[in-house]
């Protein structure tokens, strides 16, 4: 694919993964819980489970693309739709309480929290909608479509860890200052209006279906 798509598909994806959700709630309530070092756990297996949903949410992506222009601007439209509903949810709600309390028996050994996270990626809306409503426009038609989805899966996973990693270490780090609830309110804003602009841009993608 070209260089042009994939960076685009960076920029969507690392707005997606740095969004707060089910999986950086997880990791930052395990970072509290059984330290950031036992994280790495829970985050694999959301890692892995991302790779579940992206190969069942994938699967028949290439056929639909080469149906025709109008199939392409419906799945064009609906991606950048859903962008744009993303954007404007994030930028509504309520500011993300960092400093909840751990709920009572949280899971301390590896394959506990392994088996969390991948729970919490495989029943996670935000993914599934992520990979059912915006892969098949980074896609191409053709011999190469499994190593793209590969490409394009791995590119989403390693981004959904830096970003757990970035938020545990922010939270451990700047504890009182990230609890403001007006500075997380503007972090909801500013992201949520990111996420606007990149579903309009979007709709500039052309179909390079044959």
């Known amino acids: 694919m070209p260089l042009s798509t994939w960076l685009l598909f960076c920029s969507v994806a690392l707005l997606a993964t740095f969004s707060p959700g089910p999986g950086v709630l997880l990791a930052i309530s395990n970072s509290v819980a059984v330290g950031p070092r036992h994280t790495v756990f829970s985050s694999l297996g959301n890692g892995v489970g991302l790779f579940i949903v992206s190969g069942a949410a994938?699967?028949?992506?290439?056929?639909?693309?080469?149906?025709?222009?109008?199939?392409?601007?419906?799945?064009?439209?609906?991606?950048?739709?859903?962008?744009?509903?993303?954007?404007?949810?994030?930028?509504?709600?309520?500011?993300?309480?960092?400093?909840?309390?751990?709920?009572?028996?949280?899971?301390?050994?590896?394959?506990?929290?392994?088996?969390?996270?991948?729970?919490v990626a495989v029943t996670n809306p935000k993914a599934i909608l992520f990979f059912t409503a915006l892969f098949p426009q980074f896609l191409t038609p053709g011999p190469g479509l499994l190593t793209q989805t590969l490409l394009l899966?791995?590119?989403?996973?390693?981004?959904?860890?830096?970003?757990?990693?970035?938020?545990?270490?922010?939270?451990?780090?700047?504890?009182?200052?990230?609890?403001?609830?007006?500075?997380?309110?503007?972090?909801?804003?500013?992201?949520?209006?990111?996420?606007?602009?990149?579903?309009l841009s979007l709709l500039k993608l052309r179909n390079r279906a044959p």
């Open 58 to 119: 994938t699967a028949g992506m290439g056929a639909l693309l080469a149906v025709s222009a109008s199939a392409f601007l419906a799945v064009k439209l609906v991606g950048a739709g859903y962008l744009v509903y993303l954007g404007i949810r994030q930028w509504r709600s309520a500011p993300m309480r960092l400093d909840a309390t751990v709920r009572p028996g949280q899971p301390h050994t590896p394959g506990k929290l392994f088996l969390q996270g991948l729970g």
């Open 153 to 199: 899966t791995a590119t989403f996973t390693a981004l959904a860890l830096v970003s757990h990693a970035c938020y545990v270490g922010l939270f451990r780090s700047l504890r009182r200052v990230l609890t403001a609830p007006r500075h997380l309110r503007l972090f909801n804003r500013v992201s949520g209006g990111l996420f606007v602009l990149l579903g």
